[in-house]
């Protein structure tokens, strides 16, 4: 059992180390009530469907977490590519009123490579994102529960791809 989990971990590196990644960053605009701004840093493979994007929000102190499925990916140009997600979201806040949230995302988006060997991804992409959580406020000492049915996140960003 030892020599099997060994050889699947191996094969799950060496996969992720050869397969093609893009890392960058993103800026967030966060169109629900209220509108808000953000930074985050993005990760994407070849090897799988998934994008990863962690963001923070300074005038808020808050900190997302968001897992993309790009469930749709076609060709819309030449190095121009539309494409639909899906995932799911989790948030923090750690200021005054501290909060944790959890929700669904449905999106689209596009993405060109500017370069000719396709190292440079710029993209746009904007999702429906219901969040469910907990408030807590730090200065009544009360809990309460949190819904925020409206949440539309817009990102655009770029990729370096190595």
Known sequence: MKKKLTLFFCFLISS???AKAGTGTQG???LGSPIDFGVGKTYRSEFSPWGVAVSFNFREISADVVFDNW???KEFAPHVNW???WGM?????FKNVYYAETGSRLGIGMNAFI???RNLELYNQIAWNPTIGIDYDHDDKKYSFR???VNFPFNTGARFWF
Request: proline share 4%; glycine share 8%.
């Open 28 to 30: 967030n605009l966060k």
């Open 71 to 73: 469930w749709v990916y």
């Open 16 to 18: 992720l180390i050869c």
């Open 147 to 149: 819904f925020e049915p």
């Open 83 to 85: 494409f639909s997600i």
């Open 115 to 117: 370069l000719k060997k």
């Open 89 to 93: 979201s989790f948030g923090g806040k």
